[in-house]
C-alpha cells in the first residue's frame, strides 16, 4: 500500500452520455475520496478523435453531476494538474515518447497493417499465440533512416522485457501475467496520437493518482501500464478492478439490450438517490447489515475497497424499480411534486408556471402508487384535464340502479358539503346508505363518473384536489351519457 495522499480520478471517453460502468465506478472513487479525505478528479481521455465529441463530453457531465458525485477538479473547474483533457496534453506525452526513445527503451515500427495482419495469420496458422515479433526492434540505422525517407509513418512500440509482471490488486490479491506472451506493444500511433495505455499512464502518473479503479475488463491493459511505469522508472499506483456488469440474461451490458447510459434512467423517472443507492450495491456490500437503502452520506461512511466484490454483477432493473419506489417513497410531497413537473411537462399536461400546492396534494395521493416518475402522467391525468366518461363501463355498472338519479344525488351533496377530504368523505359515505347501493356500485360508479376509471388514488382526496365545481361537472356529463 502506498503512504501517498489519496487521489482517485474517473477518466471517461467521450463518446457518448455517461455509462453506468462510469458512473458505478465514479461513485465508488467519490466514495472513497471522501472518506478518506481525499481528492476526486474527472479526466477526459478523448483520444479518441474519431468518436469524441464535445455533446459527449457535455453528456458525460451532465449526467455525473445529475448523480450529485461532484469533482475536486475536472475541465469545466480547473485545478493545479491542468489541462483535465488528453487532446490537451499532446505535447507531453511526446516528450515522453522521445524520452523513452532516447533511452532506447522504444523504437520505431515501420510494418504496415497488412505485413501485422499476414504476420498475426501465420502464428495463428501454426497455432501461436499472435504477437508482435519485433522485427522492426533489429533494424539497422540506416534502414530506419530509409523508411523515413521514403514517407513512411512510423508507430513506435514499447520494448517488453521477458519475465512475469504482477500487481496486488486492492479487489482480487495478486494478479500476474507472462510478458513472453505480449510482444512489444504500440504506445505512439502514426498519426501521432498516443495509444490508451501510455496516456493513462502519463496522466495518472502526473496527476498524482494515487489509486487507479476501473472494470475488471481493464485488468489486460494494467500489464501494458506496468511496464511502461517502470520503463518510466515511476511508482505504480494501487490498483482495484470492479466486477463486470452483465444484463439480467448474463450477457455483456450493451446498447442493443437496453439503456446503458444514466441519461436514459433519468429520463425514465428514476432518482439520483436510488440509482446511487442502485450502483453502490452492484459490486459491494457492508457486510453488517441487511439493510439495502442507503444515503450518499451512509455509502461514504461504509464503503471500502476491501469489501468489494469479483464476483459479476447482475444489472437487475426490478431491484432498481424497488430501490427507486422506496426512495420517491422517503421524499417529501413537496419534493416529489418539484420532480415530477419536467415529466407532465413534456407529456404536455402543465403551463411554465404550475400550482405547486395542487401539484403536491397530487403527489401526496400517487406518491404510493409511483415506481418512477415517468408514470406520473398516467396517475396524474384525470387531475390535470377532465378524462372522457367511460359510458359503456359506467352503464354497466349502475345497471341495477336508478343511475341518474343516483349521481344526482351525489352532485347535490358535493354542491353544499365542507370542501375538505374528510367533509366528503363523510357525506359520501352518508349518501350511500340513503340511496341502498352496493358499496361495489357505489363507489366504481363514482370513480368512473369522476374519474374515468375503476382504479385510482384515494377516492374522497381526489376528489377534493378536483376541486368542487370540476366534481359537479364530471358528475353531470356521466348523467347526460346514460
Given at each position: ?32 475520496a ?47 494538474y ?19 526513445m532516447?533511452?532506447?527503451k ?77 510482444g ?22 502526473l ?54 447510459f ?43 475497497l ?5 464476483s ?5 432493473i ?14 417529501a ?27 403536491e ?39 341495477q ?42 363507489f ?39
Amino acid at each position: 500500500m502506498n503512504n501517498k495522499p489519496v487521489r482517485v480520478r474517473i477518466a471517461p471517453s467521450p463518446t457518448g452520455d455517461a455509462h453506468v460502468g462510469h458512473a458505478r465506478t465514479a461513485l465508488y472513487d467519490y466514495l472513497f475520496a471522501r472518506q478518506k479525505g481525499g481528492v476526486f478528479v474527472l479526466r477526459i481521455d478523448d483520444t479518441d478523435t474519431a468518436r469524441n465529441t464535445l455533446t459527449s463530453e457535455e453528456g458525460v457531465i451532465r449526467g455525473l453531476r445529475w448523480l450529485g458525485l461532484n469533482w475536486d477538479e475536472g475541465p469545466d473547474v480547473g485545478g493545479d494538474y491542468a489541462p483535465y483533457r488528453q487532446s490537451e496534453r499532446s505535447d507531453t506525452y511526446h516528450k515522453h515518447v522521445d524520452l523513452l526513445m532516447q533511452e532506447g527503451k522504444a523504437y520505431h515500427c515501420f510494418c504496415t497493417p497488412e505485413e501485422l495482419e499476414a504476420e498475426r495469420k501465420a502464428q495463428t496458422d501454426a497455432k501461436e499465440d499472435p504477437r508482435y515479433s519485433g522485427k522492426c526492434r533489429m533494424l539497422s540505422n540506416q534502414e530506419r533512416e530509409d523508411h523515413l525517407a521514403a514517407g513512411r509513418a512510423p508507430t513506435v512500440r514499447l520494448k517488453v522485457p521477458g519475465g512475469v509482471v504482477g500487481f496486488n490488486d486492492l479487489v482480487r490479491g495478486w494478479i500476474e501475467w507472462d510478458t513472453n506472451l505480449m510482444g512489444d506493444f504500440i504506445i505512439l500511433k502514426s498519426s501521432g496520437i498516443p495509444v490508451y495505455n501510455f496516456a493513462t499512464v502519463i496522466d495518472d502518473h502526473l496527476m498524482d493518482i494515487s489509486h487507479v479503479t476501473r472494470g475488471a475488463e481493464h485488468i489486460a491493459n494494467t500489464f501494458s501500464q506496468i511496464l511502461i511505469y517502470q520503463a518510466l522508472g515511476w511508482e505504480l499506483p494501487e490498483f482495484a478492478h470492479f466486477s463486470i456488469m452483465l444484463n439480467e440474461d448474463r450477457t455483456k451490458m450493451s446498447k442493443r439490450k437496453g439503456a446503458t447510459f444514466i441519461g436514459q434512467y433519468a429520463d425514465m423517472g428514476y432518482l439520483p438517490e436510488a440509482m446511487l443507492n442502485f450502483l453502490a450495491f452492484l459490486g459491494w456490500s457492508p457486510g453488517t447489515t441487511e439493510d439495502e437503502i442507503y444515503t450518499l452520506e451512509q455509502l461514504i461512511s461504509e464503503f471500502s475497497l476491501e469489501r468489494c466484490t469479483s464476483s459479476n454483477a447482475v444489472f437487475d432493473i426490478k431491484k432498481l424499480d424497488w430501490i427507486n419506489a422506496k426512495w420517491i417513497r422517503r421524499l417529501a410531497p413537496a419534493d416529489v411534486a418539484e420532480r415530477m413537473v419536467p415529466f407532465l411537462q413534456r407529456a404536455g399536461m402543465l403551463a411554465n408556471a404550475p400550482d405547486m400546492r395542487k401539484l403536491e396534494k397530487i403527489a401526496i395521493l400517487i406518491q404510493e402508487r409511483l415506481h418512477r416518475l415517468d408514470e406520473a402522467p398516467a396517475l396524474c391525468s384525470f387531475f390535470l384535464s377532465d378524462p372522457e366518461v367511460p359510458a359503456q363501463e359506467l352503464s354497466e355498472v349502475l345497471a341495477q340502479v336508478d343511475g341518474k338519479a343516483g349521481l344526482t344525488e351525489v352532485a347535490r351533496v358535493l354542491a353544499t358539503v365542507d370542501w375538505d377530504e374528510p367533509a366528503i368523505e363523510e357525506n359520501l359515505r352518508g349518501l350511500q346508505k340513503d340511496l341502498g347501493w352496493s358499496t361495489k356500485v357505489y363507489f366504481m360508479s363514482l370513480r368512473l363518473a369522476v374519474l374515468g376509471s375503476k382504479v385510482s388514488p384515494p377516492l374522497f382526496g381526489s376528489i377534493e384536489v378536483i376541486g368542487r365545481d370540476n366534481s359537479i361537472a364530471r358528475i353531470n356529463r356521466a348523467i347526460n351519457s346514460l
